[in-house]
T-cell receptor, first 115, second 111 residues
Framework: AQSVAQPEDQVNVAEGNPLTVKCTYS??????LFWYVQYPNRGLQFLLK????DNLVKGSYGFEAEFNKSQTSFHLKKPSALVSDSALYFC?????????????WGAGTKLIIKP | DAGVTQSPTHLIKTRGQQVTLRCSPI?????VSWYQQVLGQGPQFIFQ???????GRGNFPDRFSARQFPNYSSELNVNALLLGDSALYLC??????????FGSGTRLTVV
């Protein structure tokens, strides 16, 4: 069965420090991996994706993520956190061989950046 | 280009009523997916349509139905509303299934 795990409900980081939001996944085929951010009472905003190619993916707002096939992980990172990065972050996966385009989502990680 | 548009943005319904939510995808995108997001949880897949055909259905009761029109816009219908149907309903537009753009959602409150 396909699944996504975000092991941390909340991550607290001081402004200016590096941040990491963890994600591990399970699919039967090749994964398409995504990170989205959600601000209060808003929809989901795309940050970055891994489809194929380089394992290090760079996205919006200075975020990046590294695809690690052996560890089935796709952790989100940023070298220097901003207070405005405080939001809810979701990791999602799709099996590339799945014809229904279904995304499987993690439960989300609340990121709090303290000044 | 306009993004994914959803309407209405908010609505309040009474238990037992029926509701229709609407979604217009990005121009040129032929796939529309619907997700339900209950407060404090990740989105749950409801339906996916491609070229007006249902391609996938999540674990939701038959009270939930959807359709896609020739212009690729879509409607999600929910009958016999329950309090537990209160959620943010999100529509996602995709071209090849390797990228998804979400609308701002419809916040449904059932009282």
């Amino acid at each position: 069965a396909q699944s996504v795990a975000q092991p941390e409900d909340q991550v607290n980081v001081a402004e200016g420090n590096p941040l990491t939001v963890k994600c591990t996944y399970s699919v039967s085929g090749n994964p398409y991996l995504f990170w989205y951010v959600q601000y209060p009472n808003r929809g989901l905003q795309f940050l970055l994706k891994y489809i194929t190619g380089d394992n290090l993916v760079k996205g919006s707002y200075g975020f990046e993520a590294e695809f690690n096939k052996s560890q089935t992980s796709f952790h989100l990172k940023k070298p220097s956190a901003l207070v405005s990065d405080s939001a809810l972050y979701f990791c999602a996966v799709r099996d590339a061989g799945d014809s229904n385009y279904q995304l499987i989502w993690g439960a989300g990680t609340k990121l709090i950046i303290k000044p | 280009d306009a993004g994914v548009t959803q309407s209405p943005t908010h609505l309040i319904k009474t238990r037992g009523q029926q509701v229709t939510l609407r979604c217009s995808p990005i121009s040129g995108h032929k796939s529309v997916s619907w997700y339900q997001q209950v407060l404090g949880q990740g989105p749950q897949f409801i339906f996916q349509y491609y070229e007006k055909e249902e391609r996938g259905r999540g674990n939701f009761p038959d009270r939930f139905s959807a359709r896609q029109f020739p212009n690729y816009s879509s409607e999600l219908n929910v009958n016999a509303l329950l309090l537990g149907d209160s959620a943010l309903y999100l529509c996602a537009s995709s071209s090849q299934g390797d990228g998804y753009t979400f609308g701002s959602g419809t916040r449904l409150t059932v009282v």
